[in-house]
């Protein structure tokens, strides 16, 4: 009992992480170039990415036939995504930003249902529809506020780009421990920062930076990706993928609630009922995920 409970405050340490990523990214980026502040955190966790590949055991290798799906991994789950995620997050919010980040698995049920590599069924599909209509919610859709909003479409395209790094990623894991798949993907979108990240650093004062920028800094460098991505992949393989999946529903609640006290944020009654339906729908598809609608129907005895 105590090593499942452990299990799971490891598990909610992870998400907290996540969630306060946003947060923290949001205020480094109000005073630093956005791609300049990404690029310098690759620089950094890249090499400590081998560091913690070799530390697990594993020998990064590379094998010729999987160069085309580990080039598609690196620019989905690093390269476009950070592109994407980074340049949505300066001109939108942090809950925005996770919210809408949240919909790369029902992304990710679309890409495997038109590729035919998996059938969905329709329980799934509802939970999807459901987080559609919700994130229509949350842009104002429907209180006749609806708006464009660049940050939200830009965020919208890192959810599609990273259901790609979904994809691709569970076909090669077979031959990959995940500290090596990452260490080697990361590479390749470092790489694919160089354009955008090299002017950012040259175009920053790091002599003006205050403090507190500095271990925001620390924080996104370190906590996201390399002190949490361990913990994570160590819980779900004790507990199960499915119940471990379930925390990261909680990454857009944490961000919402830690935006208040942090950046003073408020949110307006569409927005958190748009946030509410979407993270409804998603879990949707996720429990739902092996049941069909048509069969219940068709089983249901006639009612008399």
Avoid at 135 to 156: H, K, M, N, Q
Wanted: a positive charge; charged letters at 10%; one cysteine or more.
């Amino acid at each position: 009992m105590l090593r499942r409970l452990l299990l799971y405050a490891a598990l909610l340490y992870v998400v907290t992480a996540w969630a306060l990523n946003a947060i923290l990214a949001k205020q480094v980026i109000s005073v630093m170039s956005p791609l300049g502040f990404t690029f310098l955190r690759f620089l950094v966790m890249t090499p400590l990415a081998y560091g913690l590949a070799r530390l697990g055991g594993g020998r990064v290798h590379i094998e010729r036939r999987d160069i085309p799906k580990l080039i598609g991994c690196g620019i989905c789950g690093f390269g476009a995504y950070q592109y994407f995620w980074i340049l949505g997050l300066s001109y939108t919010t942090p809950f925005a930003t996770s919210l809408i980040g949240a919909m790369a698995p029902i992304f990710t049920l679309g890409i495997v249902a038109g590729f035919g590599h998996e059938r969905v069924r329709s329980g799934r599909w509802l939970g999807a529809i459901a987080a559609l209509v919700g994130i229509a919610i949350f842009e104002g859709a429907f209180s006749g506020a609806a708006t464009f909003r660049l940050g939200d479409t830009l965020v919208f395209g890192s959810a599609m780009v990273f259901a790609g790094y979904n994809v691709l990623s569970s076909r090669l894991l077979a031959r990959y421990k995940p500290l090596e798949l990452m260490a080697i993907t990361m590479t390749i979108g470092t790489i694919m920062l160089i354009p955008g990240g090299v002017p950012g650093l040259l175009h920053t004062n790091f002599h003006t930076l205050p403090l507190g920028v500095w271990w925001r800094i620390l924080y996104a460098t370190l906590f996201p990706i390399l002190l949490t991505y361990p913990v994570w992949t160590y819980g779900i393989t004790k507990i199960g993928a499915g119940k471990g999946s379930i925390f990261g529903f909680l990454v857009p609640v944490l961000t919402g609630i830690f935006s208040v006290p942090l950046l003073h944020a408020t949110f307006t009654r569409y927005e958190l009922i748009g946030a509410a339906v979407c993270i409804g729908g998603t879990l949707t598809a996720y429990l739902l995920g092996n049941v069909s609608l048509t069969m219940m129907l068709w089983r249901r005895p006639p009612l008399n």
